[in-house]
C-alpha cells in the first residue's frame, strides 16, 4: 500500500541542500520536503562520525569478528513522551535479535562485537538492560564503548550485522564488509 506516513518532524524541514547516502534517502527527501520546494540533494554515500573513545580490542589472528549494531528499546514512555510509535523497537524483538545472533555466532565459531550507538542510562528498557545484564546469550558478546565511532570499529571486524534502520550497514559497505 505504499509508503507509511512520514513521522518525527521531516516535513517541517526547509534546508535548501541535503547530503544523502544513497537514492533511498534521496526519494526519502523528497517525499518529506519536496512537495513545498525542490531542495537540492547530493548522494555522497555514508558520512562518517568521530568517536570520542579509541577502538581496544585485541587482534586476534584466524578469529573472524563480527560487529553488531543494534537499537536498544526504551521504557514505553519515553515513546509516548515524543509521539512515537514503538512497535518495533520493544525489548522482544531487541533480545530476539542478539540471541538469534548470539546462537549463530556460537555455532560458526565467530567472535561477536555489540556496539549500542549511545549510553540511554534508565531511558532503556527495564527487560533489555536486564537481558544484556544477565542472559548468557548476551554474556558472548564483546560490548564496545558507544562513544567508539562506528566506522573505527567496522574497520577491525569482517562482517556487519544491522538492526534496522540505521547507517553501519551502509558504513560496512563502503567499506568492503558484508553487511546485514
Known amino acids: 500500500q505504499g509508503y507509511p506516513p512520514i513521522n518525527f518532524g521531516?516535513?517541517?524541514m526547509t534546508w535548501p541542500r541535503y547530503l544523502v547516502w544513497d537514492l533511498y534517502q534521496r526519494n526519502f527527501v523528497m517525499r518529506a520536503v519536496g512537495q513545498r520546494f525542490l531542495p537540492r540533494i547530493d548522494e555522497v554515500g555514508p558520512l562518517p562520525f568521530?568517536?570520542?573513545a579509541p577502538i581496544s580490542l585485541e587482534?586476534?589472528?584466524?578469529i573472524i569478528r563480527v560487529a553488531v549494531f543494534d537499537v536498544?528499546?526504551?521504557r514505553d514512555a519515553i515513546y509516548q513522551l515524543m509521539g512515537l510509535s514503538s512497535e518495533y523497537y520493544v525489548p522482544k524483538?531487541?533480545?530476539a535479535f542478539l540471541k538469534d545472533i548470539s546462537h549463530a555466532g556460537e555455532q560458526a565459531g565467530v567472535e561477536l562485537t555489540l556496539k549500542k550507538k549511545r549510553e540511554l542510562?534508565?531511558?532503556v528498557h527495564p527487560l533489555y538492560r536486564s537481558f544484556l545484564q544477565k542472559d548468557p546469550?548476551?554474556?558472548r558478546f564483546v560490548l564496545v564503548n558507544p562513544d567508539v565511532a562506528a566506522a573505527d570499529l567496522i574497520d577491525t571486524c569482517d562482517a556487519v550485522i544491522s538492526m534496522p534502520f540505521t547507517s553501519t550497514a551502509h558504513i560496512a559497505l563502503a567499506s568492503g564488509k558484508p553487511s546485514v
Open 10 to 12: 521531516w516535513e517541517i
Open 50 to 52: 568521530e568517536g570520542q
Open 59 to 62: 587482534n586476534r589472528i584466524n
Open 72 to 74: 536498544q528499546p526504551m
Open 93 to 95: 524483538v531487541g533480545i
Open 121 to 123: 542510562g534508565r531511558s
Open 137 to 139: 546469550c548476551a554474556s
